[in-house]
């Protein structure tokens, strides 16, 4: 599907033209159905159309639909962060700022980082994604296709094998590769921040290993490094609790959130520390479109629907259906090209591999188009392009969810 007035440097999943949805179904132009296990890339925790969020926005929209809060604060953005502040499981004081997307959320993040230390200097990991803008560009850890062809790049950034035992590497393997990097790259001492997501999602939800992200928090708190932790997809309940930071028994002191934060409608936020986030002079945050009262409004609905209890449920109940029918296919050798299930909680890949053990990224390929025309949506992720994300809404109904597994199972037995 082309689009002559729309930059052919957008790349494109899934060649339809949706026209509405619900929950955890959608409809494209032509009327067919669809079972959605992409969720906007994660951002539909709550479904298409939450009947919650649809409300506060159609409510907030006859009362307010923008003003820029550096200009004048209003009632959204204060009651926003007082909730979000309050949503976030750490032991100490939190404030922060709403941006318009994670990228953003990131770039600010750095800033504070930098207003903060004095340093300029950042740590990240080998398959990261940060967001698109510049700065984040730098901060992934994947070249094709996100930094190529754009230059010279905002640094220094360097980047560290990111240990899982769903890619193999161990912690013992990342602290050594630290090791040498603190001997021979870069001074510890220059060093502002690491910034690190605790389940990744572009390398194809990879949950990182406990042990190293306690030595990692260690080692931050031992050389005055402060340590950011990327929320943006893992957030908001898509492992089953409110962040995926609380299973590493760590907290973060920037956390950086976005997608699922407003059940569809374009925001983030940098959440943190007070004292940092409080660092940099008057005006040195902010932006005209950053807390939108339509925004702030979904995002407080979204807060009220994501009940501790919620969540938990959601997410063991979406857990243990795609846990089950992934260990009756591997038991049935349903595909040769059948890999690992990686991630945690409700946060889902599915691998496809070759007989030697190598990507089987034509077969991912084969997979979407298949899956498509049977009514499913499914979203690639790895850096080899072999691994399916598993992002249905959290909120979706258990006949739908088997249904949608009942597609991939049937075609996962027609690769070849």
């Not at 973060?252 to 407003?262: C, E, R, V």
Request: net charge neutral.
């Amino acid at each position: 599907m082309s689009h002559a007035s729309i930059s052919q440097s957008i790349s494109i999943v899934h060649p339809i033209s949706l026209s509405h949805g619900k929950n955890a179904e959608v409809w494209d132009s032509a009327g067919k159905r669809y079972i959605d296990f992409v969720g906007g890339i994660g951002v539909l925790n709550l479904g298409h159309c939450h009947p919650g969020v649809v409300a506060a926005i159609r409510e907030q929209a006859t009362r307010l639909t923008h003003y820029a809060f550096n200009a004048a604060p209003h009632t959204p953005y204060i009651e926003l962060m007082q909730r979000l502040t309050a949503f976030v499981p750490v032991h100490y004081p939190v404030s922060g700022m709403l941006t318009n997307s994670g990228a953003e959320a990131a770039e600010n993040a750095l800033k504070i980082v930098r207003g903060a230390t004095g340093r300029s200097a950042v740590i990240a990991f080998d398959g990261a994604f940060h967001g698109r803008t510049l700065a984040t560009l730098n901060l992934n850890g994947k070249v094709a296709p996100y930094k190529q062809k754009v230059g010279v790049l905002p640094g220094p950034v360097y980047h560290l094998p990111y240990p899982s035992a769903d890619n193999g590497v161990t912690c013992a393997e990342a602290l050594k590769a630290m090791d040498r990097l603190f001997s021979v790259e870069i001074d510890v001492n220059d060093v502002a921040c690491f910034i690190i997501e605790p389940v990744q999602g572009e390398a194809g939800f990879l949950a990182l290993d406990i042990e190293f992200a306690q030595a990692l928090r260690r080692f931050c708190d031992a050389h005055n490094i402060l340590l950011i932790i990327d929320e943006i997809q893992s957030g908001f309940g898509r492992t089953g609790q409110r962040f995926a930071f609380s299973r590493l028994g760590i907290e973060p002191d920037l956390l950086l959130l976005g997608k699922s934060i407003a059940g569809g409608v374009p925001l983030g936020a940098v959440v943190g520390r007070k004292a940092l986030m409080d660092n940099l002079p008057k005006g040195g945050l902010g932006g005209t479109y950053s807390g939108n009262p339509i925004a702030c409004a979904a995002a407080l609905a979204t807060l009220e629907a994501m009940t501790d209890e919620h969540l938990h449920t959601w997410g063991a109940q979406q857990e243990a259906a795609i846990v089950s029918r992934y260990e009756a296919w591997r038991s049935h050798q349903l595909s040769p090209y059948l890999g690992r299930l990686t991630g945690v909680g409700a946060m889902r890949g599915i691998e496809l591999v070759n007989a030697d053990g190598t990507p089987a990224s034509r077969q991912l390929t084969q997979l979407l188009g298949l899956a498509r025309d049977a009514g499913l949506l499914l979203m690639p992720s790895g850096k080899s392009r072999h691994i399916v994300r598993l992002l249905a809404p959290l909120t979706i109904e258990p006949a739908v969810l088997e249904e949608g597994l009942d597609i991939l199972q049937a075609c996962l037995a027609q690769l070849d």
